[in-house]
């Protein structure tokens, strides 16, 4: 409940209500986009290796690069043999 109030600047009782209405979860969905996008762009800014961030988040970063990259290969290779 306190990282929807931190995330969304909003008091308790409506972070709970939030919380408990919403069986979709939208609000803890948000949150893990936001925090993947702010990964994201402390890897992408990072000057060095030791400056990147560590932890699930960042590994999921890596996991969707590597996929992104295998993917632009695959469409390179697909797009090679058609011409």
Excluded: H
Excluded at 15 to 28: G, K, Q
Excluded at 49 to 71: C, H, L, N
């Amino acid at each position: 409940m306190s990282r929807v109030c931190e995330e969304f600047g909003c008091v308790p009782s409506v972070a709970a209500r939030e919380l408990t209405e919403d069986p979709e979860r939208r609000a803890v969905a948000i949150m893990e986009l936001r925090a993947y996008a702010r990964t994201k762009a402390a890897i992408d800014a990072a000057q060095k290796p030791d400056d990147e961030p560590t932890g699930p988040m960042a590994e999921w970063v890596w996991r969707v690069k590597a996929e992104r990259m295998r993917q632009r290969k695959a469409d390179r290779k697909r797009k090679a043999g058609r011409g």
